[in-house]
């Protein structure tokens, strides 16, 4: 049995006999919900803030290669720096560091 299973499940039993493990002896799940909010808040702006570089980053090869007009690329320049202002609010919010929603892309390096 694994070692999750074997700390969820309630009746389990001393190897070799028929008694239950003691309450007090079993191994017992820290489900702290501030640490679970925390965990699941970093996945998440990770993720937000993996697709706004690559959003950033199809903007820039637009405007090189001149599909935009000046209005469309102030307006994207615009939506851009709000989107990454939001993404900061709730970073800071969450009490994360810039560098904990960095990733490692292997060899392709770092997230930014």
Do not use: C, W, Y
Not at 1 to 23: C, I, K, Y
Not at 55 to 79: H, M, P, V
């Amino acid at each position: 049995m694994t070692e999750f299973a074997r700390v969820m499940n309630p009746q389990e039993m001393l190897p070799g006999t028929s008694q239950h493990v003691d309450a007090g002896r079993r191994a017992r799940l820290n489900l702290d919900p501030q640490s679970v909010k925390n965990g699941l808040g970093q996945l998440v702006l990770t993720l937000i803030k993996l697709l706004h570089e690559l959003l950033e980053r199809q903007a820039l090869r637009r405007i090189d290669g001149g599909s935009l007009n000046e209005e469309e690329i102030e307006r994207l320049g615009l939506t851009l720096m709000r989107q990454a202002e939001e993404i900061q609010k709730l970073r800071e919010a969450f009490g994360l560091k810039e560098e904990d929603l960095n990733l490692d892309l292997g060899t392709l390096g770092s997230l930014f």
